[in-house]
DNA sequence: GTTATGCATCC
DNA sequence: CCTCCTTGCATAAC
């Protein structure tokens, strides 16, 4: 069967959301920024919008660097209020969720989705729901988005990626070999740096080159799974369903301490927000959890992580609290130096409620 | 088989 | 000068 898959990317989002609240915005670049209270301007931009781009500054630049670089367009610099983006994306999500067969949100401002049954397996049916899908998001809260359609999730987040902003990439299966081919490997979705640069180094540069190369070699080189997912990414046929409802898997926070210390009280204190953020997801999802992570990034940028895993999931809190000053006292003998940044995760998820009905569904364990 | 840790990717 | 979050995997140790 012919599928049509699809990934929608908001254009430049965070910043977008900005300048819709804002209109004035739109003639000024606007740079959105993590600012990570160590400095007065400490941190990094984490979206510019296109006019900001234009003069060079990109996300996960330092913020006193954009800054240097607008100087003189009187830029707007805003501070990221991921709550308010989420809102939007929540609404945006369950939107085009009534426009597709299976919608599989990926993070805040993308998504992957299925339309092999609406489209009837047909390509210009596809455009027609994409280009539908676009204006539903831009009637619904004026924000502009880049789709990719494809034979596949590679195709698909690849093709979103070739055009935006606010653009719409058609990739049929029989010119799908014709768009990759060409391509850097990198451009490939699970392909980033590392990857890049030992593929590079065997001689293989394009997605043609990659679609070519002997699957021994890359097995040998990458392990089974993942050589057998580039062979399939070159070649578009990666074969991995689009799913709905995807659980969390884990929660975590990191901070940015005021000051370098390897005193975990002083650490665990510093991260008591983040604790309580942490909480209140779990309250909210109603899950509990099984493994707590302490999380140390060291003075040097490396980071060391320390877990415990309980016999049972804990429903309760405040053992995360009294389990991150173990761990962290722990990493921080093991370290040598100081902490820079801190985080705590938690992970093994599973929901609390009792879920009479599903247990009656899926039957007794025999 | 399960747990701990690091690595790579991506946002 | 260097933020923050999620997922999956490899590997070693238990």
Known sequence: MNRLIGHI?????????????????????????VFSGRTEDSGVVSTANYRARDFGVHSGMPIVSAKKRLEGTNPAIVRMDHEKYEAVSARIMENVNQLVDVLEPTGIDEAFFDITSSADGDYDRGREIAESIKKSVFESEHLTSSIGLGRSKVVAKLGSDLSKPNGLTVITPEKTSDVLGPLPVGKLYGVGPKTSASLNEIGIKTVADLARADPSDLERLFGRKFGAYLLA????????????????????????????????????????????????????????????????????????????????????????????????????????????????????????????????FVGTPR
């Open 233 to 360: 990414a070159a070649t578009g046929t990666d074969d991995a369903p689009v799913v709905a409802g995807l659980e969390p898997t884990q929660f975590s926070r990191i901070v940015t301490l005021k000051e370098d210390t390897k005193d975990p009280h002083e650490v665990v204190s510093q991260l008591a927000p983040g604790i309580g953020y942490i909480e209140a997801k779990l309250a909210a999802s109603k899950m509990s959890f099984r493994t707590v992570s302490a999380i140390g990034i060291l003075t040097d940028l490396s980071t060391k992580t320390r877990s415990k895993t309980f016999e049972t999931p804990v429903v309760g809190v405040s053992v995360i609290h009294e389990e991150a000053t173990v761990l962290f006292a722990e990493l921080a003998s093991s370290a040598g130096r100081d902490f820079r940044r801190a985080g705590i995760r938690v992970s093994g998820l599973a929901h609390t409620e009792d879920q009479s009905s599903l247990s009656e």
């Open 9 to 33: 990317d908001l254009d430049y989002f965070y910043a977008q959301v900005e300048e819709v609240e804002n209109p004035a915005l739109r003639e000024r670049p606007v740079i959105v920024c």
